[in-house]
């Protein structure tokens, strides 16, 4: 189903004729003809107002003909299916970044324990060098 189709349905199962409709819109009647043929569509605001009166998603008004070339698209993708192996990838960066942000703090408290701004960049520096190596280690030891 497509758009025009959608709403000429939802219009129908609402028991409302376009003059109707067309009314609660502010629209004219010749709009929602157009918008039912698939000639015209709504302006944003004019959807907002539609998904309102049906009680309906956007997506679900306007994309219903795609869903089923969607999901096949992305069953067919290269996008990662097995949790596991992602979820490995995830906690092997957040150590990376929990290196950069510690090195990041621990400059920081000795940038102000000593009162020299230069220690709170050097913590930064070694921090962020020592959790990019690490990311780098990682990635080279997965491609292997």
């Known amino acids: ?15 409302l004729s376009q003059e109707q409709l067309s009314e609660m819109l502010n629209v004219s009647r ?19 107002l539609l ?13 219903d003909e ?23 990838d995830e906690s092997e960066d957040e150590l990376s970044d929990n290196f950069m942000i510690g090195g990041f ?11 020299n701004f230069m220690w709170g960049i050097a913590g930064s520096f070694i921090g962020m060098g020592v959790g990019y190596l690490l990311r780098y280690i990682n990635k080279r030891d997965m491609t292997n």
Request: aromatic share 8%; no cysteine; glycine share 4%.
């Open 1 to 15: 189903m497509n758009f025009g189709e959608n709403l000429k349905r939802l219009r129908k199962e609402r028991n």
């Open 66 to 88: 795609n869903k089923d070339k969607i999901e096949a698209v992305i069953k067919s993708s290269k996008l990662p299916t097995n949790s596991t192996n992602y979820d490995e």
């Open 105 to 115: 703090i621990i400059g920081i408290s000795i940038g102000f324990i000593t009162d």
């Open 30 to 48: 010749q709009a929602i003809s157009k918008w039912e043929s698939n000639k015209t569509y709504p302006d944003i605001e004019n959807l907002m």
């Open 51 to 63: 998904r309102n009166i049906f009680n309906i998603a956007l997506d679900d008004l306007l994309f």
